[in-house]
C-alpha cells in the first residue's frame, strides 16, 4: 500500500492550496480517507475525513469553511482544497486510509498513511 501526498509549499496568509494523495495498492474506492496534520512541538490533529462514496465529510472546527475535501475514485486521488490559510495552519499534512465510515477523526481508526506534505502559510 502507497498513499502518496502532495501539493505541500509555502503561501502567504490568506492563500490557497491544494493537497492530493494519491494511493495505490489497496481498494480505494472501498475506503474512507482523511487528512491529518501535525504542527511542529503538537500532536497529530484532525483535519478532515471523505467516506468511500463521498456521501459523507467531517471537518475539524478549526477548518470548517475554508477546507474542502473530495475525492475521484477513478484516480484514486483524495483531495484538500485550503483556502484562507492562516499561520496555524502550518504543519505537516498526512493523508490516512481506512475501511468503515465511523469515527473518522480518529486516526488509530487509519491502517496506511501516506509520508505526509509540509504546508507553510507566512504572516
Known amino acids: 500500500v502507497q498513499l502518496q501526498a502532495s501539493g505541500g509549499g509555502l503561501v502567504q496568509t490568506g492563500g490557497s492550496l491544494r493537497l492530493s494523495c494519491a494511493a495505490s495498492g489497496l481498494p480505494f474506492s472501498r475506503n474512507s480517507m482523511g487528512w491529518f496534520r501535525q504542527a511542529p512541538g503538537k500532536e497529530r490533529e484532525f483535519v478532515a475525513a471523505?467516506?468511500?462514496?463521498?456521501?459523507?465529510?467531517v471537518y475539524a472546527d478549526s477548518v470548517k469553511g475554508r477546507f474542502t475535501i473530495s475525492r475521484d475514485n477513478a484516480k484514486n486521488t483524495v483531495y484538500l482544497q485550503m483556502n484562507s490559510l492562516q499561520p496555524d495552519d502550518t504543519a505537516v499534512y498526512y493523508c490516512?486510509?481506512?475501511?468503515?465510515?465511523?469515527?473518522?477523526?480518529?486516526?488509530?481508526?487509519?491502517?496506511?498513511w501516506g509520508q505526509g506534505t509540509l504546508v507553510t502559510v507566512s504572516s
Open positions: 471523505i467516506t468511500w462514496n463521498g456521501g459523507t465529510t
Open positions: 490516512g486510509a481506512r475501511t468503515g465510515g465511523s469515527n473518522l477523526q480518529y486516526s488509530r481508526y487509519y491502517l496506511n
